[in-house]
């Protein structure tokens, strides 16, 4: 099962900030939080990921809560192309590596 | 740099044929993984293999399923007998060697998908 919560949905105007929360409250220590992004049926995209510290990249930052039992995606300004399902994984290091998906969180960016 | 390359696209098998997915993963990727897709649901793992390895089949469904990945050519998914609630789309990632700093583990490659149509 996966680890994760998310809204199923929001929607967000072209041009604003775009934060998507993810609830991982029984993440341990050693489980890294990823975000990849589905759009349309295309395969998913690689988004950011991050252990406890706040991230970010050209597409995104990510903020990652002290106790580490939530996190918050970022895109600063959402554009029509971002709308898409979004996915929050936690993945083990320690194990086979697999990320287990969730329902995720449908994004519409509305002009 | 070539991504991950799937094929084909789209693949139409009558109920009870074989159907064949090919996954060639990333350059210096020596991780596979296979994911199915069914429509308006999330992605489920089913299978992740390193070159002649099975590491995790625990998403593959016990019959009629069948995966592989040699040592020379693409990672392969096999279902035989196929019915119609095959129908789906299957999702292949790859990945380099994990280092446990993470720092340099960017996550999967997805490739572009099969859609395999049952009818």
């Known amino acids: 099962d996966a680890k994760t919560t998310q809204p199923p949905s929001m929607d967000c105007a072209e041009g604003r900030a775009a934060n998507l929360p993810c609830n991982h409250s029984?993440?341990?220590?050693?489980?890294?939080v990823y975000w990849y992004r589905q759009i349309h049926s295309q395969g998913p995209q690689y988004i950011i990921h991050?252990?406890?510290n706040n991230e970010t990249n050209e597409m995104a930052s990510l903020i990652i809560t002290e106790d580490r039992k939530s996190s918050t995606l970022i895109l600063p300004h959402a554009t029509l192309r971002d709308t898409a399902v979004y996915y929050c994984?936690?993945?083990?290091?320690?194990?086979?590596?697999?990320?287990?998906f969730g329902t995720g969180t449908r994004l519409k960016v509305l002009a | 740099n070539a991504g991950v390359m799937q094929n084909p696209r789209h693949l139409v098998r009558r109920r009870g044929q074989e159907a064949r997915l090919r996954c060639s993963p990333m350059?210096?990727?020596?991780?596979v993984y296979w994911y199915r897709q069914l429509p308006e649901e999330g992605l489920k793992f089913m299978v992740y293999?390193?070159?002649?390895?099975?590491?995790?089949e625990s998403g593959m469904p016990k019959e009629r399923f069948s995966a592989e990945f040699p040592k020379e050519g693409p990672s392969i998914l096999r279902i035989q007998q196929v019915v119609r609630g095959d129908s789906a789309a299957y999702f292949c990632?790859?990945?380099?060697?994990?280092?446990?700093?993470?720092?340099?583990?960017?996550?999967?490659?997805f490739g572009s998908g099969t859609r395999l149509t049952v009818v």
């Open positions: 990632a790859s990945s380099p060697v994990t280092k446990k700093t993470g720092r340099f583990n960017y996550g999967y490659t």
């Open positions: 029984t993440i341990s220590g050693n489980e890294y």
């Open positions: 991050g252990l406890k």
């Open positions: 994984i936690v993945r083990d290091y320690s194990g086979t590596y697999k990320y287990i």
């Open positions: 350059k210096g990727h020596s991780h």
């Open positions: 293999l390193q070159k002649e390895n099975i590491i995790d």
